[in-house]
């Protein structure tokens, strides 16, 4: 019989609510519960899905003003478990690292966004899981890379297998939306752009030799981010449909045929009825990709509020089950239905 692995997840925003969803389903998985840090409308969403509330202290009396129950404080969730998915709000985790994880001796899950180098770092390594699943297999600590970072490299590394030395360069921009689906915050009309954007280093992070150049643009929209990718090859090109081929195998991207906006996916997504309107994979769209002389061009869309969710289920298994990648591949799948829900996008886009 398998030893359920006892999670806590420290944050209920739109990576705390999917994370919950899944692992609660994960039969491998002992949900202890989740941290709330607030008494909004996903509190009570919480309780009504069955898991254990766990709150900071100093807001006792709020939640009880409000008779929101409670099952005790973060501290009580954190001591329960064997690792916590620390998904607080972005900055948080150097705190909760310092003040609660070490001083337990606990096992956390950073997500992207938290600090890699420097004063407030809060691990030695970015966790992808198509370039270092097993490198995250002896860490105590370890960052979840951001669905930005977790694109690339899903995109990178099966180029770099199957070309090698014949790649001189990536040059990627990424046009990020402005805000999630579920945020509240206004998305401006404007187009701003980021002078040094930290998703090239987290990228170079796991994929150190790259020769790598990334640009980054917010657009108005909630939808998805979509990343266009040059390779550059020392020669010419290779074939259009050895660059189909080498991706249609690969986890978690599908290949679009006739998608003309990110829009356009999520709401099929929603109306196939996937699980938080979420794809969880990157999205090939085949009709702009090019090649022409030395360069390739792809373009992707990536699900930002869904990507990095099977990425923690995969990251999990590795620190704490220590299942080979395969395993851990298989049973992700399973859980997610990742093949499947890639089939039949490829189906609607056909």
């Given at each position: 019989?398998?030893?359920?692995?006892?999670?806590?997840?420290?944050?209920?925003?739109?990576?705390?609510?999917?994370?919950?969803t899944?692992?609660?389903?994960?039969?491998?998985?002992?949900?202890?519960?989740?941290?709330?840090?607030?008494?909004?409308?996903?509190?009570?969403?919480?309780?009504?899905?069955?898991?254990?509330?766990?709150?900071?202290?100093?807001?006792?009396?709020?939640?009880?003003?409000?008779?929101?129950?409670?099952?005790?404080?973060?501290?009580?969730?954190?001591?329960?478990?064997?690792?916590?998915?620390?998904?607080?709000?972005?900055?948080?985790?150097?705190?909760?690292?310092?003040?609660?994880?070490?001083?337990?001796?606990?096992?956390?899950?950073?997500?992207?966004?938290?600090k890699?180098?420097g004063?407030?770092?809060?691990?030695?390594?970015?966790?992808?899981?198509?370039?270092?699943?097993?490198?995250?297999?002896?860490?105590?600590?370890?960052?979840?890379?951001?669905?930005?970072?977790?694109?690339?490299?899903?995109?990178?590394?099966?180029?770099?297998?199957?070309?090698?030395?014949?790649?001189?360069?990536?040059?990627v921009?990424?046009?990020?939306?402005?805000?999630?689906?579920?945020?509240?915050?206004?998305?401006?009309?404007?187009?701003?752009?980021?002078?040094?954007?930290?998703?090239?280093?987290?990228?170079?992070?796991?994929?150190?030799?790259?020769?790598?150049?990334?640009?980054?643009?917010?657009?108005?929209?909630?939808?998805?981010?979509?990343?266009?990718?040059?390779?550059?090859?020392?020669?010419r090109?290779?074939?259009?449909?050895?660059?189909?081929?080498?991706?249609?195998?690969?986890?978690?991207?599908?290949?679009?045929?006739?998608?003309?906006?990110?829009?356009?996916?999520?709401?099929?997504?929603?109306?196939?009825?996937?699980?938080?309107?979420?794809?969880?994979?990157?999205?090939?769209?085949?009709n702009?990709?090019?090649?022409?002389?030395?360069?390739?061009?792809?373009?992707?869309?990536?699900?930002?509020?869904?990507?990095?969710i099977?990425?923690?289920?995969?990251?999990?298994?590795?620190?704490?089950?220590?299942?080979?990648?395969?395993?851990?591949?298989?049973?992700?799948?399973?859980?997610?239905?990742?093949?499947?829900?890639?089939?039949?996008?490829?189906?609607?886009?056909?």
């Amino acid at each position: 019989m398998v030893k359920l692995v006892k999670i806590f997840i420290n944050g209920f925003g739109n990576i705390g609510r999917r994370l919950a969803t899944y692992l609660d389903l994960d039969k491998e998985i002992d949900l202890v519960g989740i941290a709330k840090y607030n008494t909004d409308v996903r509190a009570k969403e919480a309780i009504s899905k069955g898991y254990k509330i766990y709150i900071p202290k100093n807001l006792k009396k709020s939640f009880e003003d409000k008779k929101i129950q409670y099952a005790g404080y973060i501290e009580d969730g954190v001591r329960q478990s064997d690792l916590i998915i620390d998904a607080a709000k972005e900055g948080l985790g150097y705190e909760n690292k310092q003040k609660i994880y070490l001083p337990m001796d606990k096992k956390a899950i950073f997500q992207g966004g938290e600090k890699r180098e420097g004063k407030f770092s809060v691990a030695d390594m970015i966790h992808n899981s198509r370039v270092n699943y097993d490198k995250a297999k002896l860490k105590h600590y370890v960052i979840q890379g951001s669905c930005n970072v977790s694109g690339m490299g899903r995109m990178i590394e099966p180029l770099i297998e199957n070309f090698g030395d014949s790649i001189s360069r990536f040059d990627v921009t990424l046009i990020r939306r402005w805000a999630d689906l579920e945020d509240s915050k206004e998305v401006k009309d404007s187009i701003e752009w980021d002078a040094h954007p930290h998703h090239q280093d987290d990228v170079k992070d796991f994929l150190p030799k790259v020769n790598l150049y990334v640009e980054a643009f917010k657009v108005p929209s909630r939808m998805m981010h979509v990343h266009q990718m040059l390779i550059r090859f020392k020669n010419r090109v290779t074939s259009k449909d050895k660059i189909l081929e080498i991706f249609q195998k690969e986890f978690g991207v599908a290949i679009l045929k006739s998608s003309r906006g990110t829009a356009e996916v999520r709401k099929k997504a929603m109306d196939l009825g996937f699980i938080h309107g979420d794809t969880n994979m990157v999205h090939i769209h085949e009709n702009l990709l090019r090649l022409q002389d030395d360069t390739l061009k792809l373009v992707y869309s990536d699900d930002q509020t869904g990507m990095v969710i099977p990425e923690n289920h995969l990251l999990i298994q590795s620190m704490v089950s220590q299942k080979t990648r395969s395993e851990a591949l298989q049973h992700t799948d399973l859980l997610f239905d990742m093949t499947k829900r890639k089939e039949i996008l490829q189906d609607a886009f056909k």
